[in-house]
T-cell receptor, first 112, second 110 residues
Framework: KAGVTQTPRYLIKTRGQQVTLSCSPI?????VSWYQQTPGQGLQFLFE???????NKGNFPGRFSGRQFSNSRSEMNVSTLELGDSALYLC???????????FGQGTRLTVV | KNEVEQSPQNLTAQEGEFITINCSYS?????LHWLQQHPGGGIVSLFM???GKKKHGRLIATINIQEKHSSLHITASHPRDSAVYIC????????????FGKGTKLTVNP
């Protein structure tokens, strides 16, 4: 059974650009959550999707958005990139609430 | 104050030593995760606990819901256990929102 797949693994973007990251959950998992990890703030929750609906959103500006498709794949988008958006972005999938979460390898975004 | 506090922040041990990492939290939870992150970023979920104790190989995780405290133990530690160990709580209410501790960086020397 394939794990959680995130693409791309590495990305370099310029300030002001936008970026789209992709997450394919484990087959059968309908819940996908996104997290940002930076050296200063550690891991922080971005948002969570279940059956194409955003159920929860963390404390991030509106430049951060996401969506989930009918096949449970999810994308997150960051517009008007800032240097501080440089981070490791992780997604995790699970069967649902209170079930074990499985993490992808992450996408390392560098904004220059 | 962070909702999840881990201690210690850094831990250096000799191969074979018994390791304990602690996690305290201040809110109601539906479950607690222990995660392992190796250099390079990938995170592996080691345990998900809502009560009692779980064991997997040399790893043992315990949780005391009344005291809002969990511990991760590693017996007979090995250099390959060197990683960052992160405690994360799943808040009550049916969501998947995880709140993370800052992590404990473990280095096991041969």
């Amino acid at each position: 059974k394939a794990g959680v797949t995130q693409t791309p693994r590495y990305l370099i973007k310029t300030r002001g650009q936008q970026v789209t990251l992709s997450c394919s959950p484990i087959s059968g998992h309908r819940s996908v959550s996104w997290y940002q990890q930076t050296p200063g703030q550690g891991l922080q929750f971005l948002f969570e999707y279940f059956s194409e609906t955003q159920r929860n959103k963390g404390n991030f500006p509106g430049r951060f958005s996401g969506r989930q498709f009918s096949n449970s794949r999810s994308e997150m988008n960051v517009s008007t990139l800032e240097l501080g958006d440089s981070a490791l972005y992780l997604c995790a999938s699970s069967l649902g609430p209170d079930r074990s979460a499985f993490f992808g390898q992450g996408t390392r975004l560098t904004v220059v | 104050k962070n909702e999840v506090e881990q201690s210690p922040q850094n831990l250096t041990a000799q191969e074979g030593e018994f390791i304990t990492i602690n996690c305290s939290y201040s809110v109601g939870i539906s479950a607690l995760h222990w995660l392992q992150q190796h250099p390079g970023g990938g995170i592996v979920s080691l345990f998900m606990l809502s009560s009692g104790k779980k064991k997997h190989g040399r790893l043992i995780a315990t949780i005391n819901i009344q005291e809002k405290h969990s511990s991760l133990h590693i017996t007979a530690s090995h250099p390959r256990d060197s990683a960052v160990y992160i405690c994360a709580i799943l808040l009550q209410g049916g969501s998947e929102k995880l709140v993370f501790g800052k992590g404990t960086k473990l280095t096991v020397n041969p």
